[in-house]
């Protein structure tokens, strides 16, 4: 079957193509060509994606080795892509979804100069290269190669109107709380490749297989290993205690958010635990953690939703407790759900951030909900997909959020119901603030000023065009997924993702499974007519209490401020002040200082007096045999 | 006669030398002094180089000249010496001409 994925290489390779041309050429190129340029690019890796994609649904999968990425005594390392089920539907989710975020960015970024335009795109295009390889990659260290360029190319865009300093202090901040996890990731590979001497995912999911409780990789090896690329997950994925870059990282253009930040480089963490699903079903231990982090991270995200007032802070936060919801499931050893979730997540969640960005163009920039209101009748295309995804993402069947959420709840259930009971509060929280949203946006009277309001107008088809078609992908996306209570055999993804994923089983009996859905729909639906009640007609009072708590989110990042970032700046300003002037400074100046010293006196010494000079010759002589003759030996 | 007697000559010669040289200030005389160390090396040479040989006949070694050498570094110094000491005349000269003396002491301007 190795032959059947000969064009593979051109998946990443095309954006990466459109990277250097538009990168390159940003000062010669219009807008036009560069909009059209990198959008089809994707597509093209769309197209590409598509067929890989039909083939690995024959039952094709394979690893393709290039060349030799490293190459020295005991380790080869190839450049290796490997391609199969997850890799596929990966490719489709980011090559598709990116490729309708390039359209609506065409317009959305339409007023940058041209060459902050093509860069934008050369951005774009780089991150799309790097998520390629990211998921294309056949062993940890493409993997890892992958993981750092969707790092810097999120840190690029965060950055990207980088002559407003609290941007770049985003960008800057997103970073650095990446390299942490970089780091722990890192190390984990290396654990890897010093125990089983491969970075190969096959190679090395084998060797754990057929040694593990072994000395050559004991229980304690598989607990740090798993660990350590947990901790590499949490800051990729922003999860606690690393999730705080992500809110600030809506610094950035809109759709970035929406692809990078949503749809996306934030799924990354999922995808690699995923991978490496063969590792973590040994290490219960961490795949506990994993899922008490997930539910912590999901509930506190979910209530610091509830009250925060800019329109993509509360995407964002959102996007943090979907997060945490995956990996609840991936803690839970619901790799498949995890999956299926990134997936629907990818689709509503894209689709509401581009929906924001639209609210945000016809606003002038607007992004405080408390300004907006009313915008259903002005903004009917947009209101009708913000609607959709608020829908899907709450969890009302048919749509696509009903179907993974659903698999998510059901597998926590089984596996503790102690978090389920969490899960579903927090399921409600989101179906609670996401409601809010869309009624102080899209209902009740306008509250913004004069100008804006003549100012309102629906935004352009180029970018509406990928609203309908995520608000289809929203409806439609969870279809894929329908567990066996609903429809016998209608869960195609399960079987599609067969070979790679365990696939789910479970003891609960279909009235159950059905009870438990019925009650968190029932609920659902209620907690959204309390929010209809609540925000139909009066303005939010001010928060008190614990809910003063939540708009300021938990002060997480005061307390990191204290904790961590003044202590260091702290550790700095001691550095600069005194140990800098006093000891190097002394160090390097005293040593200067000794030999001006020592030369001053020396001077003396040549007083142009030929007989000082002559005695001088002579003693040295004398000194010389004497040391010669009586004490050398 | 014993090795010892030349030993002892060169020795109080090249002392004599040396505290020439470190204690006068005349150039003229310190370039005798020098002279007169050259020379007291050479001496040296030429009495080893006789022991060497009477050693030689003594033990009947089978060697061609035996101490040869030592008085061939001899002649090699000696003509050294003497293209050194035209050499060196020619500097004093010229230093007279320059300063109208031949005292060290007012050499010092060379440290600048």
Same mark, same amino acid.
């Given at each position: 079957?190795?032959a059947?994925?000969?064009?593979?290489?051109?998946?990443?390779?095309?954006?990466?193509?459109?990277?250097?041309?538009?990168?390159?050429?940003?000062?010669?190129l219009s807008?036009?060509?560069?909009?059209?340029?990198?959008?089809?690019?994707?597509?093209f890796?769309?197209?590409?994606?598509?067929?890989?994609?039909?083939?690995?649904?024959?039952g094709?999968?394979?690893?393709?080795s290039y060349?030799?990425?490293?190459?020295?005594?005991?380790l080869?390392?190839?450049?290796?892509?490997q391609?199969?089920?997850?890799?596929?539907?990966f490719l489709?989710?980011?090559?598709?979804?990116?490729?309708?975020?390039h359209?609506?960015?065409?317009?959305y970024?339409?007023?940058?100069?041209?060459?902050s335009?093509?860069?934008?795109?050369?951005?774009?295009?780089?991150?799309?290269?790097?998520?390629?390889l990211?998921?294309?990659?056949?062993?940890?260290?493409?993997l890892?190669?992958?993981?750092?360029?969707?790092?810097l190319?999120?840190?690029?865009?965060i950055?990207?109107?980088?002559?407003?300093?609290a941007?770049?202090?985003?960008?800057?901040?997103?970073?650095i709380?990446?390299?942490?996890?970089d780091?722990?990731?890192?190390?984990?590979?290396?654990?890897?490749?010093?125990?089983?001497?491969?970075?190969?995912?096959?190679?090395?999911?084998?060797?754990?297989?057929?040694?593990?409780?072994?000395?050559?990789?004991?229980?304690?090896?598989?607990?740090?290993?798993?660990?350590?690329?947990?901790?590499?997950?949490?800051?990729?994925?922003?999860?606690?205690?690393?999730?705080?870059?992500?809110?600030?990282?809506?610094?950035?253009?809109?759709?970035?958010?929406?692809?990078?930040?949503?749809?996306?480089?934030?799924?990354?963490?999922?995808?690699?635990?995923?991978?490496?699903?063969?590792?973590?079903?040994?290490?219960?231990?961490?795949?506990?953690?994993?899922?008490?982090?997930?539910?912590?991270t999901?509930?506190?995200?979910?209530?610091?939703?509830?009250?925060?007032?800019d329109?993509?802070?509360?995407?964002?936060y959102?996007? &943090?407790?979907? *997060?945490?919801?995956m990996? #609840? +499931?991936?803690? @839970?050893? $619901?790799?498949?759900?995890a999956?299926?979730?990134?997936?629907?997540?990818?689709f509503?969640?894209?689709?509401?951030f581009?929906?924001?960005?639209?609210v945000?163009?016809?606003?002038?920039?607007?992004?405080?909900?408390?300004?907006?209101?009313?915008?259903?009748?002005?903004?009917?295309?947009?209101?009708?997909t913000?609607?959709?995804?608020?829908?899907?993402?709450?969890?009302?069947?048919?749509?696509?959020?009903?179907?993974?959420?659903?698999?998510?709840?059901?597998?926590?259930?089984?596996?503790?119901p102690?978090?389920?009971?969490?899960?579903?509060?927090?399921?409600?929280?989101t179906?609670?603030?996401?409601?809010?949203?869309?009624?102080?946006?899209?209902?009740g009277?306008?509250?913004?000023?004069?100008?804006?309001?003549?100012?309102?107008?629906?935004?352009?088809? &180029?970018?509406? *065009?990928?609203?309908?078609? #995520? +608000?289809?992908? @929203?409806? $439609?996306?969870?279809?894929i997924?329908?567990?066996?209570?609903?429809?016998?055999?209608?869960?195609?993804?399960g079987?599609?993702?067969?070979?790679?994923?365990?696939t789910?089983?479970?003891?609960?009996s279909?009235?159950?499974?059905?009870?438990?859905?019925?009650?968190t729909?029932l609920?659902?639906?209620?907690?959204?007519?309390?929010?209809?009640?609540?925000?139909r007609k009066k303005?939010?009072p001010?928060?008190?209490?614990?809910?003063?708590?939540?708009?300021?989110?938990?002060?997480?990042?005061?307390?990191?401020?204290?904790?961590?970032?003044?202590?260091?700046?702290?550790?700095?300003?001691?550095?600069?002040?005194w140990?800098?002037?006093?000891?190097?400074?002394?160090l390097?100046?005293?040593?200067?200082?000794s030999?001006?010293?020592?030369g001053?006196?020396?001077?003396?010494?040549?007083?142009?007096?030929?007989?000082?000079?002559?005695l001088l010759?002579?003693?040295?002589?004398?000194?010389?045999?004497?040391?010669?003759?009586?004490?050398?030996? | 006669?014993?090795?010892?007697?030349?030993l002892?000559?060169?020795?109080?010669?090249?002392?004599?030398?040396?505290?020439?040289?470190?204690?006068?200030?005349?150039?003229?005389?310190?370039?005798?002094?020098?002279e007169?160390?050259?020379?007291?090396?050479?001496?040296?040479?030429?009495?080893?180089?006789?022991?060497?040989?009477?050693q030689?006949?003594?033990?009947?070694l089978?060697?061609?000249?035996?101490?040869?050498?030592?008085?061939?570094?001899?002649?090699?110094?000696m003509?050294?010496?003497?293209?050194e000491?035209?050499v060196?005349?020619?500097?004093?000269?010229?230093?007279?001409?320059?300063?109208?003396?031949?005292?060290?002491?007012f050499l010092?301007?060379?440290?600048?």
């Open positions: 079957m190795q059947s994925f000969k064009l593979a290489f051109l998946i990443p390779l095309l954006p990466l193509i459109g990277f250097l041309i538009n990168g390159l050429g940003r000062n010669l807008k036009r060509v560069t909009g059209v340029l990198a959008s089809g690019m994707v597509l890796s769309f197209l590409l994606s598509l067929q890989v994609f039909s083939e690995v649904r024959e094709a999968s394979a690893v393709i060349f030799d990425f490293i190459r020295i005594q005991g080869q390392i190839p450049f290796s892509f391609i199969d089920a997850l890799t596929s539907l489709l989710i980011i090559t598709g979804v990116g490729f309708l975020i359209v609506y960015s065409t317009s970024m339409h007023d940058e100069t041209d060459a335009f093509a860069r934008y795109f050369a951005y774009l295009n780089l991150f799309v290269f790097s998520m390629l990211l998921v294309m990659g056949g062993n940890y260290v493409i890892f190669i992958g993981w750092e360029g969707v790092g190319c999120s840190y690029l865009l950055g990207f109107w980088f002559k407003n300093p941007y770049t202090k985003a960008a800057n901040k997103a970073f709380m990446n390299r942490i996890g780091l722990a990731f890192l190390l984990a590979v290396f654990w890897i490749i010093i125990k089983t001497g491969s970075a190969n995912y096959g190679e090395v999911f084998s060797f754990i297989t057929t040694n593990h409780g072994t000395p050559k990789f004991t229980a304690t090896d598989i607990t740090i290993v798993s660990l350590l690329l947990f901790v590499g997950a949490t800051g990729k994925s922003a999860q606690l205690p690393l999730y705080t870059w992500l809110p600030d990282a809506m610094a950035g253009p809109t759709p970035v958010s929406a692809l990078i930040h949503a749809a996306t480089m934030v799924t990354a963490g999922i995808y690699m635990i995923a991978r490496s699903n063969v590792l973590y079903s040994l290490a219960p231990l961490t795949l506990s953690i994993i899922s008490w982090v997930g539910l912590a999901a509930l506190l995200a979910a209530t610091i939703a509830l009250r925060q007032y329109i993509k802070k509360v995407l964002a959102s996007t &943090v407790s979907q *997060l945490g919801f990996f #609840l +499931a991936l803690g @839970s050893g $619901a790799y498949l759900a999956v299926f979730h990134v997936m629907t997540h990818a509503f969640k894209a689709l509401l581009l929906g924001s960005g639209s945000i163009h016809a606003m002038g920039g607007e992004q405080d909900i408390r300004k907006m209101g009313g915008l259903a009748g002005k903004l009917k295309v947009t209101h009708a913000f609607l959709i995804g608020c829908l899907a993402i709450a969890g009302i069947p048919p749509l696509s959020g009903f179907f993974s959420k659903d698999a998510i709840l059901l597998n926590v259930f089984v596996h503790n102690v978090q389920y009971g969490i899960a579903v509060f927090t399921a409600l929280l179906a609670f603030y996401m409601f809010r949203v869309l009624i102080i946006t899209f209902y009277s306008f509250r913004g000023t004069k100008e804006q309001l003549h100012h309102l107008h629906e935004s352009p088809w &180029v970018m509406l *065009l990928p609203l309908v078609l #995520l +608000a289809f992908l @929203s409806i $439609a996306g969870g279809w997924g329908i567990p066996a209570v609903l429809m016998e055999g209608a869960d195609s993804l079987q599609f993702l067969s070979p790679i994923l365990p789910l089983s479970h003891p609960i279909h009235n159950t499974e059905l009870l438990l859905m019925g009650s729909t609920l659902v639906v209620v907690v959204i007519i309390a929010a209809w009640f609540i925000y303005a939010e001010p928060s008190t209490g614990i809910l003063r708590v939540f708009e300021n989110k938990w002060y997480v990042d005061e307390l990191y401020e204290v904790i961590i970032v003044k202590p260091l700046t702290r550790l700095s300003a001691f550095l600069r002040e140990v800098e002037p006093r000891l190097i400074d002394g390097v100046n005293g040593v200067g200082r030999v001006q010293y020592t001053r006196q020396l001077r003396f010494l040549q007083s142009g007096q030929i007989g000082n000079y002559v010759m002579v003693v040295a002589m004398v000194v010389i045999l004497f040391v010669q003759f009586f004490i050398r030996k | 006669m014993p090795i010892n007697y030349y002892f000559l060169a020795i109080a010669l090249f002392s004599i030398g040396v505290v020439g040289v470190l204690t006068r200030r005349n150039a003229i005389i310190i370039f005798m002094c020098i007169l160390m050259l020379n007291a090396v050479n001496l040296l040479l030429v009495a080893f180089s006789k022991m060497h040989y009477q030689a006949v003594a033990a009947a089978p060697i061609a000249n035996p101490g040869v050498e030592g008085q061939l570094f001899v002649f090699f110094i003509v050294v010496a003497a293209a000491v035209s060196g005349l020619a500097i004093i000269v010229m230093l007279y001409r320059n300063i109208h003396s031949v005292d060290i002491n010092n301007r060379l440290k600048h």
